[in-house]
């Protein structure tokens, strides 16, 4: 509020960076498949574009930890949110939640994004002492 904008909740399902993005641009949040679609054709295409004149690349900001390369990496957020599987067990009525981590959206998909919708996006946070985070 300190800064004019207004907060919005979106669905926490996993896709929660996309439905913001969706929400933002469409009104609708159920879009988020379309925009994470978007955002991965961006970054299979141009993980080896150059983003300044040092000739520094997308891919150069791979987490290496998670992945050993950009197509593992592009692979992985193509995987919508999360999910909560009811798994059917021997006994009528009787279920064994299953729960389905998959990729959440992370700076890269946000740097995507900004390219795809020619938009700035900013992040305000509460959590970094900077507070606000601007991708364009």
């Given at each position: 509020?300190?800064?004019?904008?207004?907060?919005?909740?979106?669905?926490?399902?996993?896709?929660?960076?996309?439905?913001?993005?969706?929400?933002?641009?469409?009104?609708?949040?159920?879009?988020?498949?379309?925009?994470?679609?978007?955002?991965?054709?961006?970054?299979?295409?141009?993980?080896?574009?150059?983003?300044?004149?040092?000739?520094?690349?997308?891919?150069?900001?791979?987490?290496?930890?998670?992945?050993s390369d950009w197509n593992e990496y592009v692979n992985s957020m193509?995987?919508?949110?999360?999910?909560?599987?009811?798994?059917?067990?021997?006994?009528?009525?009787?279920?064994?939640?299953?729960?389905?981590?998959?990729?959440?959206?992370?700076?890269?998909?946000l740097f995507a994004a900004a390219n795809v919708y020619d938009a700035?996006?900013?992040?305000?946070?509460?959590?970094?002492?900077?507070?606000?985070?601007?991708?364009?």
């Amino acid at each position: 509020k300190k800064l004019g904008f207004v907060e919005v909740t979106v669905t926490g399902d996993g896709n929660c960076q996309f439905r913001a993005i969706a929400g933002s641009l469409y009104g609708d949040e159920l879009r988020h498949v379309e925009v994470r679609k978007n955002v991965c054709d961006w970054l299979q295409v141009n993980g080896d574009s150059p983003i300044d004149k040092d000739g520094t690349r997308v891919s150069d900001f791979l987490d290496v930890a998670n992945f050993s390369d950009w197509n593992e990496y592009v692979n992985s957020m193509k995987r919508p949110g999360c999910a909560i599987l009811n798994i059917p067990q021997t006994t009528p009525g009787s279920y064994t939640k299953l729960l389905l981590f998959t990729a959440w959206g992370d700076q890269l998909s946000l740097f995507a994004a900004a390219n795809v919708y020619d938009a700035n996006i900013m992040v305000i946070s509460s959590v970094n002492a900077a507070g606000k985070f601007l991708y364009s």
